[in-house]
Structures are given as C-alpha cells and as structure tokens.
C-alpha cells in the first residue's frame, strides 16, 4: 500500500476570472459527466467575458494542469489539481440541502440499540446521502469501560457472563464451571464482579493493570479470575482487528463504466485493513479530503475520500467516510460526512 502523496501545491493562486471559469467546469462536469466546452461556461451569468476570453483561460487551465482535454471531446475536464483548487476554495456555507438534513434528523431520533448496528446502519444513511460507498470504523478498546456485569449459569457445568461496554456494546462469553460450583458461588462471585469490574476500563482489567483482591474463597476466586480472563482475551483479539461498516457499494460500483475499475473498487472495500489505513492516513496527514493520486493506492485513482474522526463514550475515537469517483459532490460530501460524524458523536456520548 503506498502512502499519501503530499496534495498539489493549492497554493497556486489563480486569478478571480480563471477560478470562475474553473469551478463552472467542474460543477457541470459534476452534474453532467460530460466535458465542458467554453460555450457552456459562457452561459454561467458570474463569467462576464466573451467565448474567446473564455476558450484561452481554458487553454490556460490546462497548461497548468487544471483542466485536461479527452481526445474525443472539444470539452474540458477537471484534473486532481483543478479538483483540489475546487475543493480548497469551497464557501464555509456550503451545507446540506433540506431533505437531507431531515433524513439524518429521522434516522438519529430512532437510532437506538447496539453499537454494531448503529454503526452498520450509519453506513447505509451515508451511502444513500452521498451515492458512493461509506465506510464506518468503530472506535478503539482501548479506553472503554465496562457500565454492567453479570455472570449466570447456562447449564451444570457453563456459565455465561454478560458484559455491557460503556460504546453501548453488549459482550458474552462462556465460562466453563466446575461441576461443585453452586449457585450461592455464583451469586457470591456476582457480588464481587460488579464491585470490581464496573467502571473499570478494559486497559485497567487486562495484565497490568488493577490488582484485585481475593475473597479467600478458592471456588469464588476461580470465577472471578475466569471471567476477568475472557473479557480481556476477547478485548485483546477486537483490538486486533477493527469494526468496519460498509455500506453502499453497489452504489459506487454503479458510477463506473469500466469492469475492471469497478472489480478494482470493489476488492478494496473488502479489505478491511486497507480500507482502514486509507482513512487513518488520510485524517493523519491532517485533510478530510484525499483526491485520485493524493491517497496513493494506484488502484484507486480515479476515487477521491472524504474523511472525519467521531467519538464516542470517554472520547474513544472512531473514524467516518466515504469513497467515490473524484467527479463527486464535493461540497454535499464534506457536509454529509461532518455532519453525520458530529450526529454520530453526540448519540454515541449522550444517547
């Protein structure tokens, strides 16, 4: 996997009448997935010059590396660079349209229940707001705090001891019981879990962390140490591989003629470590936006990221996103994401 390319100078101011010009191609590029000629830039009533004013600010455009020219076409279509200028040029104001905001509304007023389908049921919401795949990481072990504790016998010799996380996620795991452990031994090493385990994070139960004491009880002590046990080897193994929610890939499968960009497409987004790192870079490099070749995973090229962090409960972060062709909606992807990740914070932290 390669690492992310360090974006196109978006330094390189243009004058006000070449940015005009740039940002009406790629709007209608957008729109229309058909290049941009300059008679169709000289309908846009804000560019007040003549056709032939327009055509050699287009031939401009493309010396710089902006706007490139299909050999099948008379028109223009935007490159990465025209994109990224586009993108870093966007108004603070550009938001989401009406019905969209009220489509998150509706979805966040019923969103209640586990973790893991929220998170599934947040990448479906952004995929249907964006037309492209979108991609939800759960937040981190590492600082979750178990809120409930409760160990109860399943059958002579199993115990099932229920966990409640302070993400909302509800764990279960088996314990073997010794053929003699009564139910009074149970109920007795309750006691001494819930006094223990509760508000303690998974970091503070794993090795390491917090001692507890004995009861001087050798059957209760047993279960206690076995259900100390399980719950840290099966936070050790989630940590090891990330909650990741994809939703929408037919979607984005959709916005691509050719069959081998599409099979390219669609292989990524089930790797999951791929997928992750991708986000992960991104945000790190300190851009909500990665464009065509600024990501640096050659097979997606043509698709442009459009990333943000959330968080949940005791601020553990999780990361939100969305993969599309780099002639997507710009700024409705920017605010959809932002908008989705802060409704996804506030659920997660309040309910």
């Not at 979750?144 to 059958?155: E, G, T, Y």
């Not at 090795?207 to 004995?214: D, W």
């Amino acid at each position: 996997m390669g690492n992310i390319v360090t974006r196109p100078d978006a330094a390189t101011e243009l004058d006000e009448r070449k940015a005009a010009i740039l940002k009406t191609v790629v709007t209608d590029y957008v729109e229309t997935a058909q290049p941009v000629g300059s008679s169709q830039v000289a309908r846009d009533s804000t560019i007040d010059v003549s056709p032939a004013t327009i055509r050699s600010d287009m031939a401009a455009l493309e010396r710089d590396g902006y706007l490139m020219h299909p050999h099948t076409s008379a028109g223009r279509v935007p490159t990465d660079k025209g994109y990224r200028f586009f993108v870093d040029h966007l108004p603070e104001s550009a938001g989401l349209g009406e019905s969209k905001q009220e489509q998150i509304q509706e979805f966040f007023s019923r969103a209640h229940g586990e973790l893991e389908r929220m998170l599934a049921d947040t990448s479906r919401l952004l995929a249907q707001l964006t037309d492209s795949a979108a991609i939800v990481v759960g937040p981190g072990n590492e600082r979750l705090v178990v809120r409930s504790a409760l160990l109860v016998r399943i059958s002579s010799q199993t115990g099932l001891l229920v966990i409640v996380l302070s993400n909302g996620a509800i764990d279960k795991h088996t314990i073997a019981l010794d053929a003699d452990v009564a139910d009074t031994d149970i109920e007795t090493a309750n006691t001494f879990i819930h006094q223990h385990f509760v508000d303690c994070s998974l970091a503070q139960l794993a090795p390491g962390g917090v001692a507890l004491a004995e009861t001087g009880l050798p059957e209760i002590d047993r279960l206690v140490t076995a259900s100390r046990e399980v719950l840290v080897g099966s936070a050790d193994d989630s940590q090891g591989s990330d909650q990741v929610f994809v939703g929408g890939a037919a979607r984005m499968a959709e916005r691509f003629q050719a069959v081998d960009q599409v099979r390219a497409v669609l292989t990524i987004l089930e790797q999951s470590f791929v997928v992750v790192t991708l986000l992960r870079d991104v945000l790190a490099q300190g851009q909500t936006v990665a464009i065509g070749s600024e990501h640096g995973l050659a097979t997606l090229a043509e698709c442009s990221l459009v990333v943000a962090s959330f968080a949940g409960e005791d601020d553990a972060v999780g990361t939100i996103g969305i993969l599309g062709p780099t002639r997507m909606d710009y700024p409705q992807a920017l605010a959809a994401v932002a908008v989705v990740g802060q409704r996804l914070s506030r659920e997660l932290r309040h309910g």
